[in-house]
């Protein structure tokens, strides 16, 4: 064993034994965790006074179709959340390269870092990362089995609600994010914009053109220069590109006919991960470049809000949305502004979601889409009543009079989600709501 690994478990080591243990399924330790998270991270509002969207704006009234989508297994085909370290360690590389060529000597963010007598040892800070990554990575996976498994020999407990199990889900992530913020493993991630984040980043499931491409890298070449090999792989879902690009068009500016136009829906992102410029350059941005192809335009001031976690340069991550139950308020505070900011009533939320975690937001919002198969979200679905239909079979089970009933009207606690398999099928539906309220 090397004495860097050895020093990796040792440091885990004591990270465990500082860390609340676990104490049950509704424990007041948790409890009282989720309250402190909640002091701490949360925003009291969706929109930043500078927002179009914010009270003070009138973009808000404006728009009353809101989509809302999920990032990790929604828009990406798997979890980004392991890519982080690697992210981390290319960030604080970048800026020791940066203070070595102006003389300016050891960049104050490697102070986590391992070094050795020629300075920063990018390949052994790397593999410190990694390594302090999986194990808290594998105290997760038991954490969070635990607690399944406590929620499913609970079945007969008729005082547990959904919301109860639900939160007692996130317990692990929070403790663990927490073992996360101590380890230091993502220090230096918070110095990295959208662009640097691009600049690291081979994406699929993206269109782009030449110019498309020399856009998104004319800014970050130079730091990239010295290590052109050095990328992380994301993969979108098939068509989440062009569908999330297609709804921002509006059809009364919208040149290209030969693409389906809108009547003016706006995207967010609603997410847990704890990187916003990660979401950013592996999404927004993406979908911005395409809609100003599609739309033959150089630039936009398109609005595309993202709700996460960050983390900071020190690599200690900040929970603004902790889990289940701070995606349903993020849902429910968006719906209470449309409400209070539209002079006309009917407005639609549609949220995307493909875990657990999303199933409290999929319930609050006005059409709740299961992306994938999710055995864990599907099985608590089942225990607590909630019928999950496949989206193509809408037609057979009220999905416009779903769609076009007025939201003062809606049953707040339906039991109905829609599942798919793919973007395309979320597109359609898009097109479907889209001529509905055409038509009304």
């Known amino acids: 064993m090397s004495s860097s690994t050895a020093g990796v478990i040792a440091f885990y080591v004591l990270l465990l034994l500082s860390s609340s243990q676990s104490s049950g399924f509704l424990s007041p ?91 920063y040892n990018h390949q052994k800070d790397l593999q410190k990362r990694l390594d302090q990554f999986q194990l808290l990575e594998d105290e997760f996976m038991r954490r969070y089995g635990e607690a399944r498994s406590n929620m499913f020999s609970n079945d007969n407990d008729q005082s547990t609600s959904l ?9 692990p992530s929070c403790i663990v994010t927490e073992m996360v913020s101590e380890s230091g493993c993502l220090s230096g991630l918070g110095h990295a914009d959208t662009t640097e984040v691009e600049g690291m980043l081979t994406l ?27 990328k992380v792989v994301v993969r979108l879902r098939h068509g989440c590109e062009s569908t999330l690009s297609r709804i921002l068009l509006d059809g009364p500016t919208n040149p290209n006919k030969d693409v389906h136009t809108c009547l003016g829906w706006s995207l967010a992102i609603l997410s847990i991960n704890w990187c916003p410029a990660l979401i950013d350059a592996s999404v927004v941005q993406p979908v911005l470049r395409r809609r100003r192809r599609l739309m033959t335009i150089k630039s936009c001031d398109t609005e595309v809000p993202i709700w996460s976690n960050e983390v900071d340069i020190d690599g200690v991550v900040t929970l603004h949305v902790p889990g289940a139950l701070a995606k349903r308020d993020r849902i429910l ?24 975690t999303d199933l409290a937001g999929l319930l609050a919002a006005d059409v709740g889409i299961v992306m994938g198969n999710s055995s864990s979200l599907i099985q608590i679905a089942k225990s607590w009543g909630v019928q999950i239909v496949p989206l193509k079979r809408r037609s057979e089970h009220g999905f416009q009079s779903m769609v076009m009933t007025d939201r003062s009207e809606k049953d707040t606690e339906k039991k109905m ?23 009304a």
């Open 417 to 439: 989600l829609w599942q798919v398999d793919d973007w395309k099928e979320i597109d359609e539906a898009l097109q479907e709501i889209d001529e509905l309220w055409k038509e």
């Open 204 to 230: 699929h499931g993206v269109t782009e053109t030449d110019n498309d491409t020399k856009e998104r890298t004319s800014e970050n070449e130079n730091i990239r220069e010295d290590h052109p090999d050095d």
């Open 163 to 171: 919301y109860d199990v639900l939160d007692a889900l996130d317990e």
């Open 29 to 119: 330790e948790r409890t009282e965790r989720k309250l402190t998270n909640m002091k701490e991270g949360s925003s009291s509002t969706l929109f930043p006074p500078d927002s179009k969207f914010h009270p003070s704006q009138d973009g808000l009234a404006k728009r009353r179709r809101w989509l809302v989508v999920d990032f990790d297994g929604t828009c990406t085909e798997h979890d980004t959340t392991p890519l982080l370290p690697r992210l981390a360690a290319f960030a604080t590389r970048s800026r020791s390269s940066i203070s070595q060529s102006v003389g300016t000597g050891k960049d104050d963010t490697t102070s986590s870092s391992t070094n050795d007598s020629d300075g």
């Open 333 to 356: 505070e968006l719906k209470r502004y449309i409400k209070q900011d539209c002079d006309q009533t009917k407005s639609i939320i549609i949220y995307v979601g493909d875990s657990s």
